[in-house]
């Protein structure tokens, strides 16, 4: 049972990059996945989030607008567009499953610890 992030990069200032989350050994259908950004020698935090049942979003105002989160039930499978890179998106890219009917979930208010699954993390880096 694991999640596993990939996608990641390098990329300037501006360029896109399109992480993915797979859910292997359970199916994601339950649960809301969101992503982590975690920069370097900072914590933490949510800029993303869906539910895999009805697809509502969620997005942090550090990403609204250049960052876009999809799903694919089928292939048990979000993935996070991220557009207009900006050097301070640099960082560790986490997946995260949590309980998919918790509004602090999908509102990414929940406590890390709360969520049921992690990935590894997929590194991202924005050159200027």
């Known amino acids: 049972v694991q999640l596993q992030a990939s996608g990641g990069g390098l990329v300037q200032a501006g360029g896109s990059l399109r992480l993915s989350c797979v859910a292997a050994g359970f199916a994601l259908n339950n649960y809301a996945i969101a992503w982590f950004h975690q920069a370097p020698g900072k914590e933490r935090e949510g800029v993303s989030s869906?539910?895999?049942?009805?697809?509502?979003?969620y997005y942090s105002d550090s990403v609204k607008g250049r960052f876009t989160v999809s799903r694919d039930n089928a292939k048990n499978t979000v993935y996070l567009q991220m557009n207009s890179l900006k050097p301070e998106d640099t960082g560790v890219y986490y997946c995260?499953?949590?309980?998919?009917?918790?509004?602090?979930?999908?509102?990414?208010?929940?406590?890390?610890?709360?969520?049921?699954?992690w990935g590894l993390g997929t590194l991202v880096t924005v050159s200027s």
């Open positions: 869906t539910r895999m049942t009805d697809g509502s979003t």
């Open positions: 995260a499953a949590g309980w998919g009917q918790s509004a602090a979930i999908l509102t990414l208010m929940a406590p890390l610890d709360e969520y049921d699954f």
